[in-house]
């Protein structure tokens, strides 16, 4: 039970680490999107379909990695 608790430990403060590093940058991509809204360049939908889009492809190549380095143990 130790181990299961330290690692336990140790995944919650990396996601909190990386978490609180992407705020900021939340943050200024939130303030340009508002900005660029009310400029009217674009609305939310095609914003919010790139944002998922960016998200699926970066899992995809973190996954593949993670799989790829795990068939070489």
Same mark, same amino acid.
């Given at each position: 039970m130790n181990a299961i608790g330290s690692m336990y430990?140790? %995944?919650l403060f990396l996601g909190v680490q990386n978490s609180s590093s992407v705020q900021p940058v939340v943050a200024v991509e939130r303030t340009v999107f508002y900005r660029e809204k009310a400029a009217r360049m674009y609305s939310a939908l095609p914003y919010a379909f790139s944002q %998922?889009? $960016?998200i699926i492809i970066f899992l995809? $190549?973190?996954t593949s990695?993670? %799989?790829?380095?795990?068939g070489l143990c």
């Open positions: 430990s140790a %995944v %998922v889009t $960016n995809t $190549n973190m990695t993670l %799989v790829w380095i795990h």
